[in-house]
């Protein structure tokens, strides 16, 4: 696989861009791209252009940390620092509901492969907030439990901050990452905590599942460090180092041949899963990479893949691959 930019969006937004994510495509329309600002803003953008696909959708008080779409295409939600989580229907832009939370209890969010379920980072209260998506009421709170043996630098003990949530593809499993570096693992249907991934030290802010096997966990870090976790035997099967500062998000390939990585260094990295390297580094950005998202397969006319990232610098980046 091999990276070759497409386009660049300047001041797509009016602040930081912080988020992204790809709402996939419908029998109606093909894929469009979802990003979320510090401007308080979402926005959708079409797939190859990069041009926008409606106006600027607001409701928001604060800086958009989080963004994500229904498996359906139709719907998709948005979180932001004012702690409110907001979803929305896609075509319309009508809101369907408002989710409160706590102060500081609002980050990263991911809908469960199926669509039934939200997952919610719960920042502050140590936890993953569950969502039922028919109703919309909050179904359950995954609470991370204190590890046995506490680091000196966990003054609190048991205190995790949550930044992050991923699903496994069966629906089975939900990971998350704390801002420790410690990654929780749970069995969803059962409600349960199953262990800790250790290997990281510093907050882990973005978790993706390979697509092809549930098993698989990678992790990005502000340690510079990518990690590729057998996430059900507990072990660290590889350690990919190559950017120079903070990791601050990774993406999986459909195929599940390579991810992606966007950091605080202002690079976009594509690593080969098979080699377990980093073999091309994209320099499109000029501040740090918050966000880095593969479009999902399907849809009409897809000839090629699309990666997209986004930046503090107000930018969207698309590349091909192939």
Known sequence: MKLAGLKTAENAHDESIWASAWVPATDNRPALLLTGSLDETVR????????????PLGGHALGVVSVAAHPSGVVAASASLDSFIRVFDVESNSSI????????????????????????AGGSSASVKLWDTSSWQLVDSLAIPRQESSRPTDRTGGGKFVLSVAWSPDG???ACGSMDGTISVFDVHRGKFLHHLDGHFMPVRSLVYSPLDSRVLFSACDDTHVHMYDAEGKNLVASMSGHASWVLSVDASPDGAAIATGSSDRTVRLWDLTMRASVQTMTSHSDQVWSVAFRPPGGTGVRAGRLASVSDDKSISLYDYS
């Open 97 to 120: 509901a408002t989710l409160e939370a706590p102060p500081s209890e609002v980050w990263n969010m991911q809908f469960e492969p199926k669509g039934t379920i939200l997952a919610v």
């Open 44 to 55: 959708l953008w079409r797939t190859d252009e990069l041009s926008p696909a409606a106006p």
């Open 172 to 174: 089975k499993r939900l």
